[in-house]
Each structure stands twice: as structure tokens, then as C-alpha cells.
């Protein structure tokens, strides 16, 4: 047969009867074409149990700063509590007396009457007899000063031998009494071979408000007036009339700095100098003492201010 033009076969070649055609590579599958489906994926699995609560998702999204910021919280909280707990109010002024006139911010407000419930070694004092008043006597006196006590300057010399005991001298605002008169009686007092620094047992000297402001002192001496001492020895019941030692204080009551008591009959400069070594005896650590037997001297720290119980009246620790 014949080749068609243009079919590429030469004239005369014969005609092949050509099959279908089988797969191959690059060649389609025979049959219809279907399209490919990728494989179902499976659902990922839900966790069992309640969701996460919000403190675990803070956590998980914050790590260690989840716990480092409620930890710096609480110490900051507890260091501002800390800081206003432990600063110190700021103490009352009162006043310093000199010899040429007055200087003020130096001395100590008196102590509270909420401190009566301390311990008692912290008080001594001669409790006034029920309902007593301060008696009358031939000097005139003041019931009720300021309140506030300033701070009689001055340096004594050392007077005796034997381990130093540095004191200073308070007068009551508003008593009128003469600071620096009371100070050289308490110092003459205490100098005398027949107080408490008897044989070089200790030595004394006054100082003032230089040492006072930095606390270079062993005791205070201080005059107030009656109606005053309940806030200067407060807890210990003086009843206005006796004079009292309240911490480092020997306190003495203005009322029996003037007029002394019945048992020494007008004798006040003698009272005087009992009042002042048995109230530093309190400072000093001495108790109260009984009399020893009617017609013996008194020991100067049994209390003469309340009676002599038969004793004779004595005003030095060794006399």
C-alpha cells in the first residue's frame, strides 16, 4: 500500500498495524485518570483533665520570673514595714540652765507614766502615808511647776578617790529655786569623806550639758515640785509628800528640800543632806534599812522621811 503523502513513510513501505500503547516511564497509567489524595491526618489528642488554671499559665509563659517577682514583692513589703517600725520618733526639747542664763535641746523629757508597769528595779522611793500633804514650814514652796526640768551646766572638780561616778543636776521649770545653788549642794554633798565615797570607795563629779548630751554620766539628781512627782517617778506612789529614785534618777521632792518632815523639828539643812545621800544611795544600788535599836543613829537609808522609829536622825552613809 501505497505511503500517504506527508505521513513520513517512503512509497511502497508497508503498512504496520501499530498496538496501544503500554506504560512506560513518563507515560500515564492506562484507564482513567484519578487524582491523588494525601492520607487523613489523625487529631491530635486533648489533654485530659480541667484546663490550666491561670497561676499555671503565668507560670508556664514567665518561667523563673513568675516566682522571682512575688518574692521581690514580699521583701520589699516586709524592708518599708521594717524601716517604719524601727525609726525613732523624734525626742521632746526641754531646757539647760546655766550659771550666765539658759541654752535650750539638751536635756531628756520625763518619763512616761505608761513606763509605771516596768520592773521595779527600775524604782525606789519612800511611798507617802495615805491622803498626807506637804506640811507647812517656815519657807514657802511651789506645788506645781512647768513640768519640764532644765539641765544646771557646770563642771564640778573630782572630789575623793576611787572609781569616778559623773552626775548631773536637774531643777524643775517655774519652782523658783536657784539651779546653780542646788547643784553646789548635791556636789558638796556628795564630796563630803562622809557619803557614799567614804575611805576611796568611788570618787563624784558634776558634769553638764556636753556630757549629759552624750550620755557621759552614771545618775541624775533632780528637784521637782510635788504635783510633779508622780511624772518623774511614775508607779511609785509618793503622794506628792516623799522623795523618790526612778532609773537613773534621784528624784527630790521641792516640798521636803524646804520644809524637811516632823522627826527632824525644823533641822532642814541637815534633811537636806540626808535626802540627797539616800536617794543617790537608791541610784547607787542601796536598798531601804530598818533602825537598829531605839537611840541608835538612823542608817541613812532607812526611811527617816516616814519616822526615826526611836533611831536618832543621820544623814551620811558613814558618819
Wanted: hydrophobic share 35%; with cysteine; glycine share 12%.
Amino acid at each position: 500500500m501505497a505511503g500517504r503523502p506527508g505521513d513520513g513513510r517512503p512509497s511502497g513501505a508497508p503498512s504496520v498495524e501499530r498496538g496501544p500503547r503500554t506504560a512506560g516511564r513518563g507515560m500515564p497509567p492506562p484507564g482513567p485518570l484519578v487524582a491523588r489524595t494525601r492520607p487523613p491526618t489523625r487529631p491530635r489528642p486533648r489533654p485530659v483533665g480541667p484546663p490550666p488554671s491561670r497561676l499555671r499559665r503565668f507560670v508556664q509563659r514567665y518561667g523563673w520570673r513568675a516566682y522571682a517577682i512575688p518574692l521581690l514583692t514580699i521583701a520589699t513589703v516586709i524592708t518599708l514595714a521594717d524601716l517604719a517600725l524601727t525609726d525613732p520618733p523624734a525626742a521632746p526639747a526641754t531646757s539647760v540652765a546655766t550659771d550666765a542664763g539658759v541654752a535650750t535641746d539638751t536635756s531628756v523629757a520625763p518619763p512616761s507614766p505608761a513606763a509605771a508597769g516596768g520592773p521595779t528595779s527600775s524604782l525606789e522611793g519612800d511611798a507617802g502615808p495615805a491622803g498626807a500633804t506637804p506640811a507647812a514650814g517656815a519657807a514657802s514652796f511651789v506645788q506645781k511647776g512647768a513640768g519640764t526640768v532644765s539641765l544646771v551646766d557646770g563642771m564640778s572638780p573630782v572630789y575623793g578617790r576611787g572609781p569616778l561616778k559623773r552626775f548631773v543636776v536637774e531643777v524643775e521649770d517655774g519652782i523658783g529655786v536657784d539651779g546653780p545653788a542646788f547643784a553646789h549642794a548635791v556636789q558638796a554633798t556628795l564630796a563630803d569623806p562622809r557619803s557614799w565615797g567614804h575611805g576611796g570607795q568611788m570618787s563624784f563629779q558634776r558634769v553638764g550639758a556636753a556630757q549629759a548630751a552624750a550620755k557621759q554620766y552614771d545618775f541624775r539628781v533632780t528637784l521637782v515640785s510635788p504635783a510633779s512627782m508622780e511624772t518623774y517617778c511614775p508607779g511609785v506612789g509618793t503622794g506628792g509628800y516623799t522623795s523618790c529614785r526612778y532609773a537613773d534618777r534621784a528624784v527630790i521632792n521641792l516640798a521636803r528640800w524646804m520644809t524637811a518632815v516632823p522627826d527632824y523639828q525644823g533641822d532642814i539643812p541637815t534633811y537636806r543632806l540626808y535626802v540627797v545621800n539616800h536617794e543617790v544611795g537608791h541610784a547607787l544600788g542601796h536598798g531601804h534599812e530598818q533602825c537598829p535599836g531605839p537611840g541608835k543613829l538612823a542608817p541613812v537609808m532607812q526611811q527617816q522621811t516616814l519616822g526615826l522609829n526611836g533611831c536618832l536622825k543621820n544623814p551620811w552613809p558613814y558618819p
